[in-house]
């Protein structure tokens, strides 16, 4: 084990000196640094306060998380205080980077098995002592799989991790959507009886396969694709023309990984004895193999960065269109995707032979085109037709062996999984701040960074009051100023140009069109009320008992809401209301568009009794009136989510005003 660092990091930003950015998140960079005091390099990872101000819990659990570890296999944070707008994380400095870095810089087809075997069982230790103290770490993928110089590997990233103790809402979070789908195990995704400590072998089972091959199964299509596969296919495994090198062993240990039941899953204490782990050698021969010989993090760091974005440039060039984009964002398994279920669908449905021949595997490029032919979403359905089924190539190589009709498949599949994504799929405020004074600086920022290497000075980004902190929503902004450019700012600009639609639940009347001026931005955040909000998901209480709703106040939906001034009771005890109202607000939509549906469906009946002439006209009218009532109210209700969310987003900054300038940094904060 461990021991806690004796030395005493300071907890001033003048104290540090930050050189070359060493990654990224969603809403972090990280640098490769030097604490002045102590004369030593470490890497601190700046997170955007403003562009997290929606899951500052979320972020402080982390912090949480990271401080309060302490094993030799999971990256600490030394310390960590706020310098202007950001949150900086002071932590080892990990030179060798993620495995996933490693990867795709020198062993684009993944790693030998020993080098494997040595990196997995380092892996299932953090797990171990994780799940032993009663956390599930909800991301285990070589992204997240960090070495050192001596060849040392740290599990890092716990966002999105969980707390089995948890309770109440953060209890009830666990029965929701959160990780990323290549790695999500299918319990995850189905949302039935919630998941446990068991989810975290799944994901391991798929960074073992990642590991052997270079990516994750799956990687290469759509997340909503992903999610259909893992749900509908065999697991995926080690059973393929080159995976011969692999031995007996490793299949096996994937094959015990990647078992559907999660019942049937070992714990990570046994799987800790499976005679693959025999083949582990020492962190020196990490060092040796994999680590000794490459470019400093820095370098690689940039050339990737410079390599996607060329590759979005060709793809751009070629494509044009923000789908391909998007995929190939995806497929560079960055985070903050756009899980709109609507772009999800177009994402399955517009990929062309050319954009699937344009990724890996060549080899295998015939047989997914066939199946991307075969497998078409409908786009106002949601639900899913094989046009030939009879052509689908069976490819066992990413579990289609098994692919037959995914629409009945669904149909038997309880209503959970689809309500989930629709629940959960959609854009965030991150995604669609395209407006936002922080994201142009940050570009700024990190140009400037990525242009001068090492940097002595800090990025202007970073220095502190460099901006006004902002107090607005963001999202009337952004959706009426699309921004141009790469990257980040490509990804906001195809946002605002095809704003998300909402995942209605028919072809409703009211339903605006795909045009940028009629965007919506309240009604793109309108399903669901956060629960949790990491980078690439949002959680949202979808799940939410209706029982956790007994304790809201309010009255009958008024169109309209207490102006936050008027709101002098602390930012604790009203965000909860406020929640809950959003919460409320969602359902009863939700119910009257159920109600429209029907009415719709009646009118229709009505209308055909009416031309064969069995039909008593005079109870049309009414029926039309009362849809016409009830779509005005949902355009009402709309209009009144639309403010709360504005007002929780403004209760929300000013509690993070609070925080940070009357009661000083939160005590979470310096450690
Ligand atoms: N201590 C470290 N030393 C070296 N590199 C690091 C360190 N911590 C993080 N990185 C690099 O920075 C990247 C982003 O860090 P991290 O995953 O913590 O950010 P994040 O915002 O949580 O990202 P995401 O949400 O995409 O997982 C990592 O993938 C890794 O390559």
């Known amino acids: 084990m461990e021991h806690v660092s004796e030395k005493r990091y300071p907890v001033d930003a003048k104290d540090y000196k930050l050189y070359e950015e060493v990654g990224e998140g969603v809403s972090a960079t990280v640098y490769r640094a030097l604490c002045i005091p102590l004369n030593e390099t470490v890497a601190i990872k700046v997170l955007d ?80 002592y994780l799940h032993t103290h009663g956390h599930i770490h909800r991301d285990v993928k070589a992204g997240n799989i960090l070495i050192d110089s001596n060849g040392a590997v740290k599990l890092a990233d716990f966002g999105v991790s969980a707390c089995m103790f948890d309770t109440g809402d953060r209890q009830r979070s666990r029965n929701t959507f959160v990780g990323t789908p290549c790695w999500m195990a299918p319990e995850v995704m189905q949302q039935l009886h919630g998941y446990d400590f068991k989810a975290d072998i799944w994901s391991f089972g798929i960074t073992a396969l990642e590991l052997a091959h270079g990516h994750a199964p799956f990687s290469k299509y759509p ?24 031995s007996k062993s490793f299949k096996e240990l994937v094959g015990a990984c990647l078992v559907k039941d999660p019942k049937k899953r070992p714990t990570s204490e046994k799987l800790f004895k499976h005679h693959f782990f025999k083949h582990a050698r020492s962190n020196e021969y990490l060092a040796h193999t994999i680590v000794d010989g490459l470019a400093p993090l820095g370098d690689r760091f940039r050339m990737l960065k410079v390599k ?76 899913l037709e094989m046009a030939n089924q009879s052509n689908a190539t069976p490819s066992q190589e990413d579990g289609f062996n098994d692919l037959h009709d995914l629409e009945s498949s669904l149909a ?12 959960c799929f959609d854009v965030g405020e991150d ?171 009646n009118l229709g009946k009505q209308a055909e009794s009416a031309e064969a002439g069995t039909c008593d006209l005079l109870q049309i009218p009414p029926a039309s009136l009362r849809e016409r009532e009830l779509q005005s109210q949902v355009i009402h209700l709309q209009q009144s989510i639309g403010s709360l969310v504005e007002e929780l987003q403004r209760q929300k900054m000013k ?12 005590e979470i904060w310096m450690i």
């Open 49 to 128: 306060l403003e562009k997290c101000n929606n899951d500052l819990d979320g972020i402080r659990r982390e912090v949480q998380t990271m401080t309060l570890t302490d094993h030799p296999n999971l990256l600490r944070a030394h310390c960590s205080f706020t310098a202007g707008h950001n949150l900086w994380v002071v932590m080892p400095y990990m030179a060798g980077g993620s495995c996933l870095h490693i990867m795709k810089s020198a062993y684009p087809d993944g790693f030998e098995e020993t080098v494997i075997a040595t990196l997995l069982r380092e892996v299932l230790k953090a797990l171990v």
């Open 308 to 383: 996607e974005a060329d590759l979005l440039v060709q793809n751009k060039a070629l494509y044009g269109d923000k789908e391909q984009l998007s995929q190939q964002e995806y497929i560079r398994g960055i985070s903050a995707w756009n899980f709109n279920l609507e772009d999800l669908k177009n994402q399955a449905a517009l990929i062309q032979d050319d954009a699937i021949s344009h990724v890996e595997d060549p080899d295998t490029s015939k047989k997914q085109r066939d199946i991307y032919e075969d497998v078409r979403f409908q786009a106002e359905s949601g639900s």
């Open 431 to 601: 995604d669609v701040s395209g407006n936002s004074p922080r994201t142009m600086d940050q570009e700024n920022g990190r140009n400037e960074g990525e242009c001068s290497g090492q940097s002595n000075s800090l990025p202007r980004h970073l220095i502190p009051e460099h901006r006004k902190f902002l107090s607005g929503s963001l999202l009337p902004d952004n959706a009426l100023s699309p921004k141009k450019g790469i990257g980040d700012g490509d990804r906001d600009y195809v946002q605002s140009k095809f704003p998300p639609e909402r995942n209605y639940s028919g072809p409703l009347l009211y339903r605006q069109k795909r045009d940028t001026n009629n965007s919506s931005s309240a009604e793109d955040i309108s399903d669901g009320a956060v629960v949790q909000r990491k980078g690439r998901f949002k959680v949202t209480s979808a799940e939410l008992s209706p029982k956790g709703l007994t304790n809201c106040h309010f009255g009958p939906i008024s169109g309209g809401l207490t102006s936050p001034t008027t709101l002098n009771v602390t930012a604790a005890t009203v965000l909860p209301s406020l929640q809950c109202i959003l919460q409320q607000n969602t359902m009863q939509r939700d119910e009257i568009i159920k109600l429209i549906k029907y009415l719709e469906q």
């Open 655 to 666: 509690n993070v005003q609070d925080l940070l300038n009357v009661n000083g940094v939160p």
């Open 223 to 246: 997340p909503m694709k992903v999610l259909l596969m893992t749900l509908q296919n065999a697991p995926p495994g080690l059973d393929y023309e080159r995976d011969k090198r692999f």
């Open 412 to 423: 038997s599949f309880p209503i959970k999984p689809l309500q989930a994504l629709k629940g």
